[in-house]
């Protein structure tokens, strides 16, 4: 396993309005320009405004992906209902906490250990034009990690530009005289310059990668219903789509929105949505739809702490047993699982590809933390996989809809195409797709809804397999980076293991499975439910000749590498 | 809206646009009729078969599409509307119908009936109203009378008010609304064809009997008879209208002048590329 490259985590908080997110917005933009990766996750209370929030940052010299067990600054604009992310943002005794002079830091902060640091925060604002604590927040945090002010000044005229001269003067001021200020600690903290600054980076959330792959992947037509944490995915198809000829057309419900896309699809065009828990709750009886009339869908569900309304703005991976078992009847479908932030895209768009190719719909589970994550990443490289649709388009006679035999994919004929009219149906169908409830029709039709999914080659991007080792740690989706981090700090104790983290979780791929699993004795299956369904599922589809053991941890507080760590050195002995 | 044939073709007959499939309704059934209304009609507007779809979704009526010779999606109940709405969107050349029943389109669909109404994408949604849920063989249904003793799930009556389907499309926004009556087919395509041909979202009830669950509906045919006033483009006229309609009254009662839903799709467009502008940090 690779080493685990060092590391900076840095966390701001303060009450609603404070300028938390733009400061630690800024920060991550500006560590892109200096080269460094990075990854910030946010925080906040239920408020719809005007809450506390958090923006919670780890910089390092090679790529990211999640939050760290321990954070080395915590700056508080204020205190105001900071005591909330005592779990989120861990200290220790080697950890800075930056208060306004004045303010008490919350006790259940400072009883770390951590070392206090008071600057004068609102003063310091105060005494600028239009100066705000948030700037000077920003100047002091990039003292003491070094960063190059050069790079907080660019980011910051390109990003406040918009909003006039005076603000950028005003903002510069401040992160100027925080970084004054804070001078006689600068460099208290610091990462090594980058090797390469030139290469191409990208600062991109989750949500945002899963809209790009969808596009990439040839999706023209979206049909959204908001619902948190998966609205940013929709908010930027909007004008996205518009730029490059869709359209995305706001539903009344989610109802609405699943078979909008399967009208759109029916007509030709690759057809995706986003929701989470509840939306895709209602979905699942058109999903169904879309299995039995062979009409390619892609829905892409941001889990959030469930069931029912949950937790709205925390992360858990709980939505899996619905995606692999929700639809009623035999309904084989596609069901995938982006591993990290950049994962998003490349696992959307490869679903849309599936999707259109295997004509079925396709459900991409990712989840809050990856989704609302912004990270900065290398420029993710342009995949072939696009639609892919069979598509009949010569005029033939007697053409069946549904032609049974050859690999189960029978071409569309898709409505403007003379003499193969025909009725796509979710009633039970004869090959030309007239109803029919006869036992033949039934299973010639089951056969073929099953055989063309299972015949699919889905290539090596069906997991992520890496290590060595009798040891093996079985994982999906966001809990794969602190798992990647936890067997990176046991190589460095000298136990070795492997991880699998399959990115197709439906149809099943049993041979690939076995292979990864080769020699493996004793296996940790790692997820964020409190049901252990990643275990079920791994036990009915993937039976071992040795022990399954399970972590399984409900949301909202993330998997900490540690906690696998020590996970993995409890594991029974068989 | 609609397409002409080219010159040099036959003309298209009522025959081109069956598809032969014998229907599973009862004998009797209005909605014989009614398929033979909206087969004149697509023969009196020329319509190519390949160029319509006809998309439905569970119920007696809703099995219309695959009797006939066009494109046609069979989709889940209630939902018919919003297959209909991401067609007509993304392929706007198209002559898209929705047909189905009224438990199908006011009940279970009576949320997506009000939105598309709203949202008048151009299109045609034709109810067959029998006041019954007949494929589950007699419940009482949104449009049913509160004192029908006969439904099996509510056998001192349904006690709640009938849902009145031209009231609601007019106050949700529908472009057109007319009714029709099953027992006259020719004023029924009539009615169809002036539906598909005005722009954006045109509502066609037709009270179409059935003669299984409700046999005194045979007498609606007594019953029905055309409007004595002209269709007007004033919803406020309308509405007046309405007040003394005793859902009997056939014929076009409104005809707007909202323009269709129909955002730009496929137009000019930029490389997918270019949203790559959107996340590069140095650029």
């Given amino acids: 396993m690779s080493r ?12 609603g309005g404070s300028g938390v997110m733009t400061a630690g917005s800024l920060l991550l933009d500006a560590a892109g320009t200096v080269g460094w990766y990075g990854t910030m996750t946010r925080s906040s209370g239920p408020q719809i405004r005007g809450g506390e929030a958090a923006a919670m940052l780890r910089l390092s010299t090679e790529p990211v992906a999640s939050p760290s067990s321990r954070f080395d600054i915590l700056l508080g604009i204020d205190w105001l209902n900071a005591e909330r992310f005592a779990a989120e943002i861990p200290l220790d005794r080697g950890s800075l906490l930056i208060g306004d002079a004045g303010a008490t830091p919350p006790a259940v902060f400072t009883g770390s250990g951590a070392r206090t640091l008071d600057l004068p925060l609102s003063e310091l604002a105060r005494g600028i034009e239009g100066g705000r604590a948030n700037m000077v927040a920003l100047g002091i945090i990039g003292a003491l990690i070094g960063m190059p002010m050069d790079s907080l000044r660019s980011v910051l005229e390109r990003y406040l530009g918009k909003k006039g001269a005076s603000a950028v003067a005003a903002s510069l001021a401040g992160v100027d005289a925080g970084a004054v200020n804070a001078a006689g600690e600068a460099g208290a903290f610091s990462l090594d310059t980058p090797e390469d600054a030139s290469r191409e980076l990208w600062n991109i959330s989750g949500n945002e990668a899963a809209g790009l792959g969808a596009l990439r992947g040839g999706v023209r037509f979206v049909a959204a219903y908001p619902i948190t944490p998966a609205t940013e995915v929709l908010e930027w198809l909007a004008p996205s789509l518009e730029k490059i000829g869709g359209v995305l057309v706001q539903a009344e419900d989610e109802l609405a929105s699943v078979n909008q896309l399967i009208g759109a699809s029916f007509g030709g065009t690759p057809s995706l949505t986003a929701t989470s828990g509840p939306g895709l709750a209602l979905m699942t009886e058109s999903i169904g739809l879309a299995v039995a009339s062979e009409t390619p869908i892609v829905v892409i569900d941001v889990m959030r702490g469930g069931p029912s309304t949950g937790i709205p703005t925390k992360s858990e991976q709980s939505d899996l047993n619905i995606a692999i078992y929700g639809l009623h009847g035999d309904a084989p479908h596609l069901v995938l699982a982006p591993v990290s932030v950049a994962d998003c895209l490349f696992t959307t768009q490869w679903s849309v590809h599936l999707a259109e190719t295997l004509q079925t719909a396709a459900i991409v589970l990712t989840d809050q933390s990856l989704g609302q994550t912004r990270a900065v990443i290398d420029r993710p490289a342009d995949v072939a996989f696009v639609s892919g649709r069979s598509i009949q388009t010569q005029t033939v006679t007697g053409y069946q809809r549904y032609a049974v035999g050859g690999n189960g994919i029978s071409p569309m004929a898709l409505p403007g195409t003379p003499g193969c009219q025909h009725t796509a149906d979710g009633l039970e169908h004869s090959p030309s797709g007239t109803p029919s409830s006869r036992a033949e029709d039934h299973l010639q039709q089951l056969d073929k809804r099953r055989d063309k999914l299972a015949g699919h080659d889905y290539g090596d991007h069906w997991a992520v397999v890496e290590g060595e080792g009798e040891l093996a740690v079985i994982t999906w989706g966001s809990s794969l980076a602190p798992v990647r981090e936890a067997l990176a700090a046991l190589d460095r104790e000298g136990i070795q293991a492997r991880v699998v983290a399959p990115r197709l979780l439906l149809p099943v791929q049993p041979e690939r499975m076995r292979q990864a699993l080769d020699g493996v004795t004793r296996a940790l299956v790692v997820e964020q439910s409190h049901g252990a369904q990643f275990f079920h599922y791994l036990q009915a589809f993937y039976p071992q000749p040795f022990e399954l053991q399970s972590m399984a941890q409900p949301g909202p507080l993330p998997i900490r590498p540690q906690d696998v760590v020590e996970r993995i050195k409890n594991m029974r002995t068989t | 809206m609609t397409e002409s044939a080219s010159k040099q073709q036959a003309p298209m007959k009522a025959k081109d646009y069956k598809s032969g499939i014998k229907p599973v309704w009862c004998p009797g059934c209005g909605d014989f009729s009614v398929l033979s209304a909206m ?26 599409p695959a009797y006939l010779n066009v494109y046609g999606f069979h989709a889940v109940h209630g939902r018919a509307l919003p297959v209909g709405i991401g067609l007509k969107i993304t392929r706007p050349e198209l002559t898209v119908l929705v047909a189905g029943g009224d438990g199908d389109g006011f009940s279970i669909g009576g949320n997506h009936f009000m939105q598309a109404c709203r949202r008048n994408v151009d299109m045609t949604y034709i109810v067959m109203d029998n006041q019954v849920y007949g494929m589950t063989k007699g419940q009482a249904s949104p449009t049913t009378e509160p004192d029908w003793e006969r439904g099996k799930l509510t056998p001192h009556g349904t006690r709640i008010n009938p849902f009145y389907p031209l009231v609601v499309a007019l106050a949700s926004g529908a472009n057109f609304i007319a009714r029709a009556s099953s027992s006259d087919p020719n004023g029924a395509a009539r009615v169809i064809t002036e539906a ?88």
Wanted: aromatic share 8%.
């Fill in chain 1, 4 to 15: 685990i490259a060092p590391s900076l985590s840095v966390a701001i908080v303060g009450s």
């Fill in chain 2, 196 to 283: 598909v041909q005005h722009p954006g979202f045109s509502f066609v009830q037709i009270m179409s009997p059935c003669v299984t669950f409700r046999p005194e509906q045979r007498d609606w045919k007594k019953i029905v008879r055309p409007a004595p006033v002209e269709a007007t483009s004033d919803p406020a006229a309308a509405a007046r209208r309405l007040m003394t309609d005793d859902s009997f009254f056939l014929g076009t009662l409104f005809k707007g002048e909202r323009v269709a839903f129909q955002p730009e799709f496929g137009g000019q467009s930029a490389p997918v590329t270019e949203l790559d502008k959107d996340f590069k940090i140095n650029s």
């Fill in chain 2, 39 to 64: 087969i004149k009609a697509m023969a009196a507007l020329q319509l190519k078969p390949e160029n319509v779809a006809v998309i439905s979704g569970i119920g007696c009526s809703s099995r219309i």
